[in-house]
C-alpha cells in the first residue's frame, strides 16, 4: 500500500501500521454513527433528528472513502484513474436526487390534478341520523340501542 523504499521489512511494517491505522479510522467512524444513531430514539426535535442524519450521511461518505482508497488502492492511482469513478458516481447521485425530487413532485400534485379524484372530493354523503323519527317506524327506545336499525 505504501510506496517507501527500504528493506522489505521495512515496507512489512509501514504495510501493517497503514492497515491497522485504517481498520481504527474505520471502526471509530462506525462507532460514532452507532452512537448518532442511537442518540436519535430519543430525540423529538425535527432539526436535530435531520442534523444526526445528515452527520450519519457525511460519515459514511467518509467510510465509503477510506474504503475505495486503501482497500482498492485508488488513493495510489493517477489522477484521470480516479476521476473516471468519481464523476460518473456524481452523476448517478444526481440522476438519483433528480429521481427522487420528480416523485415528490408528482405525488403532491396529483391530487390537484386527478379528474376522478376531483369528482369524488365533490360527491355529497347523506348523513343518517340515529335515534330520529321515522314515518311509519317506533321511537328507538334506549332497551333497542344495541339493536341494528331497520332498513327501509
Known amino acids: 500500500m505504501s510506496h517507501s523504499h527500504g528493506t522489505p521489512a521495512e515496507q512489512h511494517a ?4 497503514e492497515i491497522k491505522k485504517v481498520t481504527i479510522i474505520l471502526s471509530v467512524l462506525t462507532i460514532v454513527e452507532l452512537i448518532i444513531g442511537f442518540a436519535m430514539i430519543g430525540m423529538t426535535s425535527d432539526f436535530l433528528r435531520l442534523a ?12 465509503a472513502f477510506y474504503i475505495v482508497a486503501y ?9 484521470n484513474l480516479i476521476m473516471t469513478i468519481v464523476v460518473p458516481l456524481a452523476l448517478f447521485i444526481w440522476f438519483i ?7 415528490n413532485s408528482y405525488k403532491n400534485l396529483r391530487n390537484k390534478y386527478d379528474r376522478h379524484y376531483q369528482e369524488q372530493a365533490t360527491i355529497k354523503v347523506e348523513k343518517k341520523e340515529h335515534g330520529a323519527k321515522h314515518e311509519g317506524t317506533h321511537e328507538v327506545k334506549p332497551a333497542d340501542a344495541h339493536e341494528a336499525p331497520a332498513s327501509h
Open 97 to 103: 436526487i433528480a429521481f427522487l425530487a420528480d416523485g
Open 14 to 17: 509501514a504495510v501493517i501500521a
Open 52 to 63: 444526526a442524519k445528515g452527520t450519519i450521511v457525511i460519515l459514511m461518505m467518509a467510510k
Open 71 to 79: 482497500f482498492m488502492h485508488l488513493k495510489h492511482e493517477v489522477k
